[in-house]
Nanobody, 122 residues
Framework: QVQFVESGGGLVQPGGSLRLSCEAS??????????MGWYRQAPGKQREFVAA???????NYADSVKDRFTISRDKGKNTVILQMSSLKPEDTAVYYC??????????????WGQGTQVTVSS
């Protein structure tokens, strides 16, 4: 079983910044997920890839967030951070933490957090 603690969502004005944090815990001692990432789902749309990072630090971003979002991992922990800046109304969505992928790419791993709401509005 994998448990997630996500935080950092909220309401922000266009052009503002938010920082999402996710920690995944498992009963497997010292187990680290190779890949962790973030996905999002806007109302009426399918869930989509946002960004992912491997244990070695390789990153991948959706074109829509490249140069605005930065993903990072805490060394030695199953923690992933998504720093979002220059936010746009179209970034409004529920953001889901994901873990267990085989590569930092669009395909997600099998484990999902509960999601955190990000709303960009004036």
């Amino acid at each position: 079983q994998v448990q997630f603690v996500e935080s950092g969502g909220g309401l922000v004005q266009p052009g503002g910044s938010l920082r999402l944090s996710c920690e995944a815990s498992t009963s497997r001692f010292r187990f680290r997920f190779f890949v962790m990432g973030w996905y999002r789902q806007a109302p009426g749309k399918q869930r989509e890839f946002v960004a992912a990072v491997s244990d070695s630090g390789s990153t991948n971003y959706a074109d829509s967030v490249k140069d605005r979002f930065t993903i990072s991992r805490d060394k030695g922990k199953n923690t992933v951070i998504l720093q979002m800046s220059s936010l746009k109304p179209e970034d409004t969505a529920v953001y889901y933490c994901n873990a267990g992928g085989l590569s930092p790419g669009p395909s997600p791993g099998p484990y999902w957090g509960q999601g955190t709401q990000v709303t960009v509005s004036s």
